[in-house]
Each structure stands twice: as structure tokens, then as C-alpha cells.
């Protein structure tokens, strides 16, 4: 971002539902294996909320983490932005269920690119930061993506799981910053990974139900090639934009889609496998809430320190992908 006020994220939380599914418990509902699932995607294990848990309920629970990792009270807040692609209902947003059950006063609204939610989230809150107007944003990745997976397909079941993460982001004063960010989208490809029912495209319906309309569609193989291509440029883009080098990179946060993805966009870009932070193998894919959640992890384990540099890099429907540059 540009001129204006500086960004940084004072403070991090994430919020997990207890209830663990193994690859083990997947084999008696579907047909696969826990080594067809490892092999392919790198994933043991995944979190799935309880039936009735909605995504500001876990939004909420992180958000209460990062305020108080932050030192600052709800009441501080100028604004709350929740990237999801499962809210609580179509309106009123999640971010207002949110900003409700903080006790917030502040603006308040959704965004909505699926797996680059939460850096897109982070770069809007960054250029809201910049007009001078903002002082301090709330920044959620919240998704229950359980209720929107049909459990009888065994190439979409074992990649998803549920969680949140939060991110306090606010005027930085010091040399920690958002150095830079980028977005970008394509939505000639937005087939390959969506879910097609419930819109105005198609409207809730009995037919639009026996349909399985309402459940994630993917096209993996497509999502692949994209995916790897995507992220890697993006990556390469955000450091040209910040004046870093890739061999300054202290730390590549990606989305948490697959391991092999994973692999395949440090290997592009010649990261070397320990200077990338990977849960996916406890998580899966978290969609919008997957890299603040990462990044999380590494900065509560103390791997991220003061100093050095990190990147995020996101790829999700839409198409959409994303990515920051941050001196941390």
C-alpha cells in the first residue's frame, strides 16, 4: 500500500473445534484409505465443528485471542472484516454476529474469496488503516465448511476442515510492517471450484437439494495446475512490489490446500522445506481461515521472530489469489 499510515497485525489468535476426525474414521464412511489421503494430499487429520457450531461462533472465540494477544479492548475497534464462504446466514453478516458478541461499536461487514480470504481481508484492512480514518481493524477467517461438504465424495471429504483465525491489524510506528500486498482474480476459470446453489443463480430450492447443489464442487486436477502457477507468481510479484529478495525470505505462509501444492510452489520458487509453515497434515484445508491460522502456530511456537520476513500466499475460488509481504 502506497503513502498513508503503515499496517502491522499487534496481535494473533485462532480458535479450533474440538472434535477430531482421523483418516481412520473416514475409511468407515467413504471409500478411501488413510494412505490413499496422505499420499495425495498430506493430510492425517481434521477438525470438524459440532452440529449447531456456527462460523462466528469460532470467529468470535479468535477474535477474543488476537484482542488480547493485542492488549486492547473491543471498544478500540474501528472495524471488523470476516472473510468467509460459510456465514451464519446470508444476512446480517458474520462480522456483525461478531462485532455483537464482542461488544464492539464499529463498522462491520463480510468478504467473501474463499481460500484467499484472509489475506484479502488483510490488505483491505491495510488500505483502510492508510487513509488515517482507522486506527485499528479486526481481521477474521471463520469457516464451517462441514455443513457444505457431501460426505459421500471421497475427492472433496477428506480435504476440509473447520476453524478461525484473527488478526488485530493497526497503525504501525515502528520498522514492523505490511511492506506489500497484492490481489488479483480470474473469473473466467470461477467452474473448477465452487458451490452452485443457493444464490440467485440457483435459488434454494427441492430441486436444487436433490441436486447436491448446495455442497463444494471441485475440479481437482484444474484447482492443481492454478493453484501451484498462481501462487508462485504472486509470490514473486509481492516481493518485487516490497523491494525484498527471495533468498530474504525468512518465511513462506501458504494456504493449507495440499501438500503437494505446497511442495510443488516452494520448489518453483526454491524455498527450502524448513522455512515453510505447513499444518495442513493436522487442519486440511480451513479455506479463509487456513494462513492466519498458520501463521498463528509459527508466531505463538516463537519460529516467526521480530525482523524477519514473511510472506502469505493465498489461492481460492473465483478465481481468486492473494499475497503479503510482511517485515514481521
Known amino acids: 500500500m502506497t503513502g498513508g499510515f503503515k499496517s502491522r497485525i499487534s496481535g494473533l489468535g485462532y480458535s479450533i473445534p474440538e472434535r477430531v476426525v482421523t483418516n481412520f474414521d473416514l475409511e468407515k464412511i467413504v471409500e478411501t484409505s488413510d494412505e490413499w489421503i496422505q499420499t495425495r494430499t498430506g ?3 481434521r477438525h470438524i465443528a459440532e452440529k449447531g457450531t456456527r462460523s462466528s461462533d469460532l470467529g468470535t472465540a479468535a477474535a477474543r ?3 488480547q494477544h493485542a492488549g486492547i479492548s473491543p471498544q478500540d475497534l474501528d ?30 461487514f463480510d468478504l ?6 484472509f489475506p484479502y481481508a488483510l490488505t483491505a484492512a491495510e488500505g483502510f488503516i492508510a487513509t488515517g480514518h482507522y486506527r485499528n481493524v479486526l481481521v477474521v477467517g471463520a469457516e464451517v465448511l462441514s455443513g457444505f461438504i457431501d460426505w459421500k465424495d471421497r475427492s472433496t471429504c477428506v480435504l476440509f476442515g473447520d476453524g478461525a483465525g484473527a488478526a488485530v491489524v493497526t497503525r504501525a510506528e515502528g520498522s514492523s510492517r505490511i511492506l506489500a500486498s497484492l490481489l488479483g482474480s480470474d473469473g473466467s476459470q470461477g467452474e473448477i471450484l465452487k ?6 443463480a440457483f435459488p434454494p430450492s427441492k430441486e436444487t437439494l436433490e441436486q447436491g447443489l448446495h455442497f463444494l464442487k471441485m475440479e481437482g486436477s484444474e484447482v492443481f495446475k492454478v493453484a501451484v502457477r498462481t501462487m508462485e507468481v504472486a509470490v514473486r510479484d509481492v516481493l518485487e512490489k516490497g523491494g525484498v529478495k527471495l533468498e530474504e525470505v525468512d518465511w513462506l505462509i501458504p494456504h493449507q490446500a495440499n501438500i503437494r501444492i505446497l511442495q510443488a510452489v516452494a520448489e518453483r520458487l526454491k524455498i527450502p522445506s524448513d522455512k515453510v509453515v505447513i499444518n495442513v497434515e493436522r487442519f486440511g484445508n480451513m479455506s479463509s481461515a487456513s494462513t492466519v ?4 502456530e509459527a508466531v505463538q511456537d516463537g519460529r516467526v521472530k521480530p525482523g524477519q520476513n514473511v510472506v502469505l500466499v493465498a489461492f481460492g475460488g473465483g478465481l481468486t ?5 510482511i517485515k514481521w
Open 79 to 108: 472495524l471488523i472484516i470476516v472473510a468467509t464462504i460459510t456465514p451464519d446466514m446470508y444476512f446480517p453478516s458474520t462480522a456483525c454476529r461478531i462485532q455483537n458478541n464482542l461488544g464492539a461499536s464499529c463498522g462491520a
Open 43 to 45: 493430510i492425517k487429520k
Open 112 to 117: 467473501a474469496a474463499a481460500c484467499s480470504g
Open 195 to 200: 458451490i452452485p446453489g443457493g444464490g440467485s
Open 293 to 296: 491460522v498458520a501463521l498463528a
Open 321 to 325: 489469489w492473494a499475497a503479503n509481504l
Open 65 to 67: 485471542q488476537a484482542l
